[in-house]
């Protein structure tokens, strides 16, 4: 049985304003099954949202994109436009960084996810009306609000319509980037609850996009961690945080606060992600690596499979 | 304090306001000298509110503000002009808080400036002195910079360093560290841990509780305009003695995906601050409510289980 989704080897260019290219996505592979939940995290400008839309087929015009997006085993990055409309919303949902703030401010939530429905072509009128009443309870908003408009509704309850509206044509596989990211933690700990039920009663794949570890630990199954356009350790979300094999995965946990761990050392990574406008020799790490050595500087590792669904972008994991 | 809704919006009856947006309603904090003291809570609580009026840039309906022995309430912009200058702020958003047509130099001679201190040298010298101690060093590779130049943490860092230069006593933080990358958090919070140990006084405020557990010495937790529990960072993360502080508590995510604790997921949101509800504010949505809840508004005191002598906890069970 193939997998919901798989990317395999994903490129993604984006043209420059002053000439030259910024290579984005480098060579990104990953795959889904039927409601598992893939973590991919990572900072800002590791290609993690790229990747989502490149996903998607929403990649703007300035970019260019290579590798492929498999979709029920079609091919939608090939395809273009033409083979990835169908799939959007139907099969394959995003949820977009921000999302419960770009709401159209002048129509009702209900109407917002009534349209969706029937752009689609999953019901009209009535019917619309009713399985809008039925999604927005099954994201936790009392069907009678279906009336209000979006600058009524909380913070929280708008991620909730956000949600709702992404879920409007039964799609298999939800990308949500940076969901909880702009809430209070209780409101998260509320939307996580909220994509944790949809997951185990809808059998719904969960993509969840963001640079926050223990929320990933909390509600995937598996990690894929990003840096400088490229996966470095994909893994369980235990083997990440308890076995890390890959240095970036191992401080990046390091440096996050934990209420389980008040008196630890917190670390920091100095330095910065490399530029992705020239080409890079090398690990794209190395500069910031702890375990560093002479190979790292000049040969660029691979994400090499380490058994056991493990893999890792690093020469410290070479045989000896 | 609370700020009364001026009467053309509201249409009252009378000459009094019958609405009134209570902000911060009773809360009294200190802070010492090479102390890091941490307020939590979330949105709407009253902490950036608390922060502001001790900055006094909103003006508290009624309480004090003490710095140093000194009132500061009613006090006038020229006899509040040299407490300004002790007590400096940083604020949450590193892109927005540094004039970007200011080259680094500028931005941190600016306060000098307008204290009307020191001369062109002394300044200079000045500059390089809170740029080090912002630890951007050498100050040679900042100085001519403009913001759009650096990251985000240097960026903080400057801002750090602006608020140095004047040698200030207080350092109200405001989200220090939110929008930055998680890699390069820590190294800002370091900063400010080691500037509290050479004896600058911190007031941060933060959403994030994992933060203030790991450098705060004393937090308060705080619920719609009021502190509900407060005391040492092991009193309050360690033995939390009030129900919204344990809710709070255990649905912060842990790395360890092992930490399978069960959160206490809270329903609904905190309510607006223009309806505060009867008796102790958070009853509506408490876990634990009893029936006396609903009436009385519970004081901060000694909880029965607290840890050290300055554990506090506004709840009738504790």
């Given at each position: 049985m193939s997998a919901l989704l798989e990317v395999q080897d994903l490129h993604v260019w984006f043209d420059l304003q002053e000439g030259g290219e910024l290579h984005a996505v480098q060579g990104v592979s990953l795959t889904l099954d039927a409601g598992e939940r893939l973590g991919l995290v990572g900072e800002s400008g590791c290609g993690k949202t790229t990747t989502a839309l490149a996903i998607m087929g929403l990649l703007p015009q300035t970019a260019s994109a290579a590798g492929r997006v498999l979709v029920d085993g079609e091919d939608i990055l090939e395809g273009g436009e033409a083979s990835a409309r169908?799939?959007?919303?139907?099969?394959l949902a995003i949820v977009f960084q921000g999302a419960m703030n770009a709401l159209n401010p002048v129509r009702t939530i209900g109407s917002q996810i009534v349209e969706a429905i029937e752009l689609h072509g999953r019901g009209r009128g009535g019917a619309a009306r009713a399985r809008t009443g039925e999604l927005l309870e099954?994201?936790?908003?009392?069907?009678?609000?279906?009336?209000?408009?979006?600058?009524?509704?909380?913070?929280?309850?708008?991620?909730?319509?956000?949600?709702?509206?992404?879920?409007?044509?039964?799609?298999?596989?939800?990308?949500?980037?940076?969901?909880?990211?702009?809430?209070?933690?209780?409101?998260?700990?509320?939307?996580?609850?909220?994509?944790?039920?949809?997951?185990?009663?809808?059998?719904?794949a969960l993509v969840l996009v963001t640079h926050d570890l223990p929320v990933v630990a909390q509600l995937c199954d598996r990690g894929a961690v990003m840096y400088a356009g490229e996966i470095v350790e994909r893994a369980s979300v235990d083997d990440l945080y308890h076995a890390p094999r890959h240095p970036y995965t191992r401080l990046l946990f390091a440096a996050t606060p934990d209420l389980g761990d008040t008196h630890g050392e917190i670390a920091s990574i100095p330095g910065a992600p490399p530029r992705l406008d020239r080409p890079l020799a090398g690990c794209p790490f190395f500069p910031r690596c702890d375990r560093a050595f002479e190979r790292c500087m000049s040969a660029r590792p691979l994400l090499r499979r380490l058994g056991d669904g493990r893999a890792a972008a690093c020469h410290l994991n070479d045989a000896a | 304090m609370r700020y009364p809704i001026p009467r053309g919006l509201v249409g009252t009856v009378g000459r009094r306001p019958s609405l009134a947006v209570h902000a911060v309603d009773g809360v009294t904090l200190s802070v010492a000298p090479g102390e890091l003291f941490a307020i939590v809570g979330e949105s709407g609580c009253g902490k950036t509110t608390t922060a502001q009026a001790v900055l006094r840039m909103v003006e508290p309906v009624s309480g004090s503000i003490r710095f140093e022995g000194r009132e500061l309430t009613g006090l006038g912009m020229r006899e509040l002009r040299p407490f300004r200058r002790r007590m400096q702020v940083v604020y949450q958003d590193p892109y927005e808080s540094l004039d970007p047509r200011l080259r680094v130099r500028d931005a941190v001679a600016e306060p000098l400036v307008i204290h009307g201190l020191g001369s062109k040298a002394e300044r200079e010298a000045r500059i390089r002195d809170a740029l080090a101690r912002a630890e951007l060093s050498p100050p040679e590779l900042f100085l001519d910079r403009y913001p759009h130049e650096l990251s985000g943490g240097q960026r903080q860092r400057v801002a750090i360093a602006a608020a140095l230069v004047l040698e200030p006593e207080l350092l109200v933080a405001d989200e220090p560290v939110s929008m930055l990358d998680v890699s390069v958090r820590a190294g800002v919070l370091r900063l400010l841990d080691g500037l509290r140990q050479s004896g600058l006084a911190i007031l941060m405020i933060t959403h994030d509780l994992s933060t203030a557990a790991r450098f705060a010495d004393r937090i308060a937790v705080m619920y719609l305009g009021r502190i509900v529990e407060e005391g040492t960072a092991d009193d309050v993360v360690g033995n939390p003695q009030h129900p919204y502080t344990r809710a709070l508590l255990s649905v912060v995510p842990r790395r360890d995906p092992r930490d399978r604790r069960r959160p206490e997921i809270l329903r609904g949101e905190t309510p607006d601050a223009i309806r505060i509800p009867s008796g102790c504010r958070f009853h509506p949505r408490c876990p634990v409510a009893i029936d006396v809840c609903p009436l009385e508004d519970p004081q901060l005191r000694r909880p029965r289980a607290g840890s050290s002598p300055q554990h506090r906890a506004a709840c009738v069970l504790a």
């Open positions: 169908p799939h959007r919303w139907v099969d099954s994201v936790g908003i009392p069907r009678g609000r279906a009336s209000r408009f979006p600058h009524e509704l909380s913070g929280g309850m708008r991620q909730r319509a956000a949600i709702a509206m992404a879920l409007a044509c039964d799609p298999k596989v939800l990308i949500a980037d940076e969901p909880t990211t702009a809430l209070d933690v209780m409101v998260q700990a509320q939307i996580l609850e909220l994509l944790d039920a949809l997951c185990r009663d809808f059998g719904l | -």
